[in-house]
C-alpha cells in the first residue's frame, strides 16, 4: 500500500513509539499520584508540555493537554464564547469549528463567516471589515486541511490584536510543517493534534496566552487537573509521544519540508504529462508542501478511490468522511458540484520515496482513464486551475 494521506493522519514515528513504551510498561503511573512512579511520569508529562510549547514559541503553562485538535477547538471556542457576543470565521473551517459555532449560534452567538478567493486564501481586511463592536472572537484555520492552503495568520493576528478581539486558529495541519511563533504572530488560542505530525492518536493541545487563562471556561468537569481547564487523567505515553515528536518537528522540519515540495513537483509534473483534464485546487504558492487537491474531470473520486486498492489517497476531511455532501471547501472556492464530486486529497509525508510518487501517478492515471472510457469520455479537456510551482 502506497500511503498518501497524510493530512488524515500521519503514522507514528517509530522515534515517538520507541520514547511512549516504557510509560506503558515498567513505568506505568498515573502522572497525579504522590509516589515515586507517579512523581516519575509527571515529571515526563511536564518535559512533553515543555518540548510542544517550544515548538510553538510559548511557554509551557500556556499548554493544556486534550485528547486532540477537535477537544481544543471545542475548549477554546466553547470556553470562550458567550451568548450575544459575536464571532468572525471563514467558509472553509474544519468541521469541529463551523459545527461548534452552529451550536454556539443555536444558543444565541452571532456568527459572521467571511468568504475565500478561488485559491482557498482569506483576505485580512475582510475579516476586519467583518468585526464589530461586539466581536469577541475571531475562528481562522493556519492550513486548510483539504486543499492546503497556508492562510495570511500573522496579518490577521495583527488585525484581531489592534481591535482588541481574540484570535484563535486552528492549527493541526500546520504546526510541525510550517514555522508557528504564537507570540510573534499575535496567536491567542491555537489548536493542536499530535497524530497530524507522526505523533499518536488520542492527544493532542489548547495553547491558551496566560492573559487569556482566566476567561476560559472549562467544558470538562472533574478533579480540576490542567490547573482547572481540563479535567481527567494524562495519559502519560501519549503526552511523552505528543513531546517526541513536537522535538522531532523542531529539529527537521525545514529540510523535510524540502524534501516533500519536491515529491510533489515529481508526482504533479509525471501526472500532468500522463493524463488530460487535472486541476489543481488551490494556491500552489500559498501551500504546505506535502499536499495537493485535484479534480480529474470527467470521473466520480469514490469510484476512482474504489478502485486503487493499493494507494490510499481521501476525498477530503477525514472527519466529515460520512457525510454525502461535497466537500464544502472546494464549494467554498467556487468550485461546481460535478468538480467538487471528482475531486482527491493527496498528502505525501516523512516515510514517502520517489518511486512511491511516480508509481502512484501512473496507477491513478489508468485508472482514472478506465473509468473515463467506461462512461464514454475517453479524452477530457484540462478543466484550468493553477500549475505554478510552489515557492515552498
Sequence with gaps: MI????????????????????????????????????RAARDAVEEARGMVAALIGADASEIVFTSGATEASNLALRGMLRPGQHAVTTTIEHSCVRETLGSLSDAGLIVTEVKVSAEGLVDADAIEEAIRRETRLVSVMAVNNEVGTIQPIADIGA???????VFHTDAAQAVGKIPVDVAGINIDLLSISAHKLYGPQGIGALYCRKALHSQLSPILTGGGQERGL?????????CVGFGEACRI??????????????????????????????RVNGSLDERI??????????????????????????????????AITPSHVLLAMGLEQEAAEASVRIGFGRRTTRTEVETAAGRISDEVKSLRLSSGSPRVAASGGTRKRSGL
Excluded: K
Excluded at 500521519?10 to 515498567?26: F, G, Q, Y
Excluded at 484581531?160 to 478581539?165: A, D, Y
Excluded at 495537493?292 to 477525514?318: H, K, W
Design 289 to 322: 508542501p506535502g499536499n495537493l487537491n485535484l479534480t480529474f474531470a470527467g470521473i466520480d473520486a469514490e469510484s476512482l478511490l474504489y478502485r486503487l486498492e493499493d494507494v490510499a489517497l481521501s476525498t477530503g476531511s477525514a472527519c466529515s468522511s460520512a
Design 159 to 165: 488585525v484581531c490584536r489592534s481591535s482588541g478581539v
Design 3 to 38: 500511503y498518501l494521506d497524510h493530512q488524515a493522519t500521519a503514522p507514528t514515528d517509530d522515534r515517538v513509539i520507541d520514547a511512549m513504551l516504557p510509560w506503558w510498561r515498567e513505568r506505568a503511573a498515573n502522572a497525579h499520584s504522590p509516589h515515586a512512579l507517579g
Design 230 to 238: 481540563r479535567s481527567g487523567t494524562l495519559p502519560t505515553a501519549l
Design 249 to 278: 518537528a523542531a529539529a527537521e522540519m525545514s529540510a523535510e519540508a524540502g524534501r516533500l515540495a519536491a515529491l510533489r513537483s515529481v508526482f504533479l509534473d509525471r501526472l500532468l504529462a500522463m493524463l488530460d483534464g487535472v
